[in-house]
């Protein structure tokens, strides 16, 4: 796979320009009072990208909400957060895109931080694009590696130190890296399980409490409801997956009989999706979900670049794929020749003979 590397932006930001603090900024997404997974996991790279920075760079936690309490301010801080910018607004009680894009925006432009990420969940992939637009800036969606390094700026014959996005781009054929030397902040959204949380230890963050004239929300929410069908396939911490190999949706019956037995769920790839055998909610890659599980146990998946890149934070791999040659094997722990429609229900019959 060739590599890329991208400049992005030749006009200078008009609403943040350069010279602005060395902050690194993690928005820290919450739904109903608890922090989404992956603002831990961004604060743990968070770290990293701190030290990789140096020269005074401090690292911040953004929440948003109404009714924000000191034990998600305190989580935020043993996360690895130096300051905690906390807006407490009833407008805030319910993610509201126009609300959202108005408290972000106005801190940025208050505070100017250098590089501002957030997680590519449904809420980071609404709203953060036009955070990025309205700062006048640019934003890599979906970076599978975060890196600051010092980069020499194109005409400029400057050294900054410039976050380095790097992402799969043209179908998954090359690896880009893109650098926005010119505009501040530099942006980023990065899945859910592509980077692990670290633990926690004592953190002495400061909380900065901010009160913004925010926009009114433009909707109100009536009601919630959640579709009792849904399984976060990212939480699982056994996964049985299946793909093109398995060659119809009855097979599917088989491998959830297989992932009850191990005590995990169902997931595919992208090519049973689209064949209709399994719902879009359960599918693994660049364009379904990001997975770290203890166990990934995949049949009949050859291991496109965009499917293995949704693999790479599982702990262990188990791959079944009747062609020697797939690309699955090269990640695997443990790669096995053979039929997967014989060998699932080989396993399952085992599996049961050993609980019986």
């Avoid at 039929?339 to 085992?350: G, K, N, T």
């Amino acid at each position: 796979m060739a590599d890329a590397s991208i400049q992005a932006g030749d006009a200078k930001c008009v609403g943040c320009g350069l010279g602005g603090s060395k902050d690194l900024w993690v928005f820290a997404e919450q739904n109903g009072g608890k922090i989404a997974e992956v603002a831990f996991e961004l604060l743990g790279k968070g770290l990293e990208l701190k030290s990789q920075r140096g020269g005074g760079c401090r690292l911040c936690a953004v929440l948003l909400g109404s009714g924000i309490t000191s034990d998600m301010t305190a989580a935020l801080s043993c996360a690895g957060a130096d300051v905690v910018y906390a807006v407490d607004d009833p407008k805030l009680a319910e993610y509201e895109a126009a609300v959202y894009v108005d408290a972000v925006s106005k801190l940025i432009l208050k505070h100017r931080p250098e590089v501002v990420l957030a997680g590519a969940t449904a809420v980071g992939r609404a709203f953060f694009a036009r955070v990025a637009a309205r700062v006048r800036t640019g934003l890599t969606a979906d970076c599978t590696a975060l890196s600051i390094e010092e980069a020499k700026v194109k005409g400029a014959g400057a050294m900054q130190m410039l976050l380095h996005q790097t992402r799969p781009a043209f179908g998954g054929n090359i690896m880009a890296t893109i650098l926005t030397p010119n505009h501040r902040p530099q942006m980023a959204t990065v899945r859910p399980k592509v980077f692990k949380r670290k633990p926690a230890a004592p953190g002495r963050a400061v909380v900065v409490k901010e009160v913004l004239d925010l926009v009114a929300p433009r909707m109100r929410l009536v009601k919630a409801g959640g579709n009792p069908d849904a399984v976060d396939i990212a939480a699982a911490e056994v996964l049985v997956s299946g793909g093109r190999g398995l060659k119809s949706a009855a097979a599917f019956g088989q491998l959830k009989e297989l992932a009850d037995l191990l005590g995990g769920e169902v997931s595919a790839s992208r090519a049973a999706v689209d064949a209709g055998w399994v719902p879009q909610s359960r599918q693994v890659g660049q364009t379904g979900k990001s997975v770290a599980p203890k166990l990934y146990l995949c049949f009949g998946i050859s291991g496109a670049i965009q499917h293995l890149e949704g693999i790479r934070g599982a702990d262990r791999i188990i791959a079944v794929n009747n062609d020697p040659e797939a690309p699955i094997f090269g990640m695997a722990d443990v790669g096995i020749v053979g039929d997967a429609l014989e060998i699932i229900p080989a396993l399952v019959s085992e599996l049961k003979k050993g609980g019986s």
